[in-house]
């Protein structure tokens, strides 16, 4: 009961701690964003937390040795361009390379 009506009245706000909360948050955020970016630059966007393949598609990274219904083991070192690893349709790799050629 205390709880509950603890809850529903927070009392005035103080703004500089709210802001100093949402300067705090900012700050996370951002680190997470720039986290994320310098990743994206060496590691495939396919390639999961725990190492697994969520791509749709064939990879020769692939380790298909994996028992039915798991996400096959992706073996890539994370060193590579890894774009060049995947195995595109004919038609596809056409526009990959007329998309990527400026
Ligand atoms: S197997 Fe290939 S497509 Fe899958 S996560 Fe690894 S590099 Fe990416």
Redesign the pocket.
């Known amino acids: 009961m205390a709880d509950d009506k603890q809850r529903s009245s927070p009392g005035p706000i103080n703004r500089g701690r709210y802001e100093a909360s949402l300067k705090r948050l900012d700050d996370i955020f951002r680190d997470i964003s720039d986290s994320v970016t310098e990743v994206s630059k060496w590691r495939?966007?396919?390639?999961?937390v725990k190492?697994?393949?969520?791509?749709n598609?064939g990879?020769?990274?692939?380790?298909r040795s994996v028992p039915e219904g798991e996400l096959?083991?992706?073996?890539?070192d994370?060193n590579?361009d890894?774009r060049s690893?995947?195995e595109l349709l004919d038609d596809e790799r056409t526009n990959l390379d007329k998309e990527t050629s400026c």
């Not at 495939?44 to 999961?48: A, G, L």
């Not at 190492?51 to 791509?55: E, I, K, P, Q, V």
């Not at 990879?59 to 380790?63: A, G, T, Y």
């Open positions: 495939c966007p396919y390639k999961n190492d697994r393949c969520t791509a598609f990879c020769r990274n692939q380790d096959f083991i992706c073996l890539s994370d590579l890894y690893a995947w």
